[in-house]
Nanobody, 127 residues
Framework: QVQLVESGGGLVQPGGSLRLSCAAS????????IGWFRQAPGKEREGVSC???????FYSDSVKSRFTISTDSAKKTVYLQMSSLKPEDTAVYYC?????????????????????WGQGTQVTVSS
């Protein structure tokens, strides 16, 4: 059974940094993508970044050059290092896992291709 457990959210000032962690277990197949999505109040869930089992990475245009996704393959923990944070980055961040797809940007940042989710962690960027 796939399980995803997030940690690392919190309150940070504009321009600051945070690192989110997602501990993943139960992925027994290749061709997975584990990534980060976010949902602000009144808005739809949107893709932020994803990393595949082959090491390919994907980023939304809004976070490219500010966020970095990485993984510790041995522990299957996925990290999202967030820098130069802006108030518009404020949202609940969810870790999502998807399997068995030929991952391109279109699939990797689309919540419809993910069927396992963590509980979410709040990130608030405010002075």
């Amino acid at each position: 059974q796939v399980q995803l457990v997030e940690s690392g959210g919190g309150l940070v000032q504009p321009g600051g940094s945070l690192r989110l962690s997602c501990a993943a277990s139960g992925f027994t197949l290749d061709s997975w993508c584990i990534g980060w999505f976010r949902q602000a109040p009144g808005k739809e869930r949107e893709g932020v970044s994803c990393i595949t089992s082959r090491g390919s990475t994907f980023y939304s245009d809004s976070v490219k050059s500010r966020f970095t996704i990485s993984t510790d393959s041995a522990k299957k923990t996925v990290y999202l290092q967030m820098s130069s944070l802006k108030p518009e980055d404020t949202a609940v961040y969810y870790c999502g896992g998807g399997l068995g797809v030929a991952w391109t940007t279109n699939e990797a940042l689309n919540p419809a291709y993910f069927d396992s989710w963590g509980q979410g962690t709040q990130v608030t960027v405010s002075s």
